[in-house]
Every structure is written in structure tokens, then in C-alpha cells.
């Protein structure tokens, strides 16, 4: 497995609480990075070697701001890459947006700290699909220099948005029934059978360039599904080992996809399901008992507090 980018979940806490969330980020929920933990990950990330890019996330990464301000400072100053994904409920006005990410502006002639910002506007941020806030800290990004990109994930059913691997892309993308959006919006989805969803239309399971880090130190390949925790084991260690054909949850799904899994465990199911990503969602609900440190944390099955 070949790294080169590394997603850091700040934090699981987030100012919004929204139906599409897939890991169910709210102002209740607890695990935030401290300092001492994004140097961890990023000396790990150093060792591996094959890492270009560190992308601070969440949850809202500007709740803990002055500590993502130091994080990308410190892994730029290592040689990252960084970037940020926001949901820019900072910019309140353009004056005020200039001053949230100043710290990052373009120094003349050279460039900025971070390299992009993902903003994600989109009717389950905001009542607009473009928010002023995302228009005042779009302006602000340009004035700094700063490159800046809009992600939204698209209303259920709505026609002609893609699904999209890895990191959102800027533009909008089609909704994944997992995570929140699993319970709140199936009601809207037309389902269909169950046996169709026999791949994983989002993750590359067998090489995946990019992995989430969560502040409990879990490495996920898609949120939810863990292929080690770095605080017991080194990342250099999880990458070597990490066996797409022998891992519990993995295996399944590249052989069948979420119906791989359903079939292995030998899983309850419903006829029907919105997408793919609801049926694995549920399936794997069903075996966390079975791979508890696998399927984790709880914070990404929503059985925290909201
Ligand atoms: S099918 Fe499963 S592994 Fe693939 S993106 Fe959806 S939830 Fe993740």
C-alpha cells in the first residue's frame, strides 16, 4: 500500500449536524487531536516517505483553529503538502474571512501555505446552495492567493451527479446512503435490489492513495473500517501489512462488494437498499460485534450522542 495523502479527522465535532454526514459530525460529539497527536501522525507520516499530502478535516477543523493553524504550519515546515476542508461557517464577511486565513495567505511571489481549500456548500449546509459565507471566503481565498474549490454533495435522486472516489471532488457529487445519511435520507432514495450491489462504487480497496486518520489514532480506508490504529502500531507497519485479500471486511467486499459481505457473515438483509453504501453501512452495523477493532470507532456508527 503506497500512501500519499493523509486525511487528519481533527475532530468528530462539527457546528452543523448534517443529514448527509457520514461521520455523523455535531457540536456532541467528543475526540479532537490534540498537538502532541498531529506531530505523532506526522513524523509517522515523515517515516513512511511516500506521503506528499496532509489534508486537515473533520468534522469543522476551524473549531480547533489555532491548533489547525499550527498543525499545517508544522507539517509544511516538514514538507507536506496541506490542505484544508471546511464548511467556511467563518465568513461572516469578506473583512472577516480575510483574517481567518491570513495565516495562510501567498507571501509575494511565492505560495500559500495551504495549497487548496475545499469549501462544502450545498442545501444540507445552508439554506442556499451557495452561501454568503462561501462567497465572502471565496473572495477572501482569491485576495490571498489562496487556491480555494467548492464541494457539494448532491439532494437524494438528484439527476446527473456522479459518485466520486476519494477525496470529494470540487463540483457536485452524488450522496452516499452511509453514516447519518443512512437514517435520515434512505426515506427520499428509490431503492433497488439488494443482489446489484455487488462492488464498492467509492474506495480503492486494494491501493488506496489516501487513508483518513481519526484523533483515536484509527486508520480507515473508508470511514468505519480500520486497518490499524497507529497509536499501537506503527504506520509504516499497517501500510506493509495491510492484505486487501485477508483483511475481515476488505476481502469481502472486493470479491462481492457489500453483497461479498452480506454472503460471508451470512448476514440479515432487507430486499432493498438506496445504494451500495447502505447496504454495507448495515452490514456492517451487524458485525461489530464480531470486529470490534475493525469496525470502529463509535463515533462513526452514530452511537454517540446525537
Ligand atoms: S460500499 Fe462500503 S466501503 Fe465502499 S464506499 Fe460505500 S460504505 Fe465505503
Redesign the pocket.
Known amino acids: 500500500m503506497k500512501l500519499t495523502g493523509l486525511h487528519l479527522l481533527l475532530t468528530y465535532q462539527c457546528n452543523f449536524v448534517c443529514d448527509h454526514c457520514f461521520v455523523w459530525g455535531s457540536p456532541w460529539q467528543s475526540g479532537t487531536m490534540t498537538l502532541k497527536v498531529i506531530r505523532d501522525i506526522l513524523r509517522q507520516a515523515e517515516e513512511l516517505g511516500t506521503v506528499d499530502w496532509i489534508y486537515f478535516e473533520g468534522g469543522e477543523p476551524f473549531l480547533y483553529y489555532p491548533i489547525m493553524v499550527k498543525g499545517v504550519r508544522e507539517a509544511v515546515q516538514m514538507g507536506f503538502r496541506a490542505g484544508i476542508v471546511s464548511n467556511a461557517y467563518w465568513g461572516t464577511s469578506v473583512e472577516d474571512a480575510l483574517e481567518w486565513l491570513s495565516p495562510f495567505a501567498a507571501t509575494p511571489g511565492g505560495r500559500s501555505l495551504i495549497e487548496d481549500i475545499s469549501i462544502s456548500s450545498d442545501l444540507y449546509h445552508y439554506s442556499d446552495q451557495t452561501s454568503q459565507q462561501v462567497r465572502n471566503a471565496s473572495q477572501a481565498a482569491e485576495q490571498l492567493g489562496i487556491p480555494l474549490g467548492v464541494i457539494s454533495v448532491a439532494q437524494p435522486e438528484t439527476a446527473g451527479a456522479e459518485p466520486a472516489v476519494g477525496k470529494l471532488p470540487i463540483g457536485e457529487s452524488k450522496i452516499?446512503y452511509?453514516g447519518r445519511a443512512a437514517e435520515k435520507l434512505v426515506s427520499q432514495a428509490t431503492l433497488e435490489p439488494w443482489r446489484q450491489f455487488t462492488e464498492?462504487?467509492?474506495?480503492d480497496?486494494r491501493e488506496p492513495g489516501r487513508v483518513h486518520v481519526d484523533p483515536l489514532g484509527n486508520i480507515h480506508i473508508?470511514q468505519g473500517?480500520s486497518l490499524g490504529n497507529i497509536f499501537q502500531t506503527s504506520l509504516i507497519e499497517i501500510c506493509k501489512s495491510y492484505e486487501p485479500d485477508g483483511h475481515p471486511i476488505t476481502r469481502p467486499?472486493l470479491e462481492n462488494?457489500?453483497v461479498g459481505l452480506v454472503q460471508r457473515y451470512d448476514l440479515p438483509h432487507k430486499e432493498n437498499y438506496a445504494d451500495?453504501?447502505h447496504l454495507?453501512?448495515e452490514a456492517r452495523r451487524n458485525l461489530r460485534a464480531r470486529f470490534p477493532d475493525v469496525l470502529t470507532p463509535d463515533q462513526i456508527y452514530g452511537l454517540n450522542l446525537d
Open positions: 452516499m452511509r464498492c462504487p467509492y474506495e480497496l473508508c473500517i467486499l462488494g457489500p451500495a453504501c454495507c453501512d
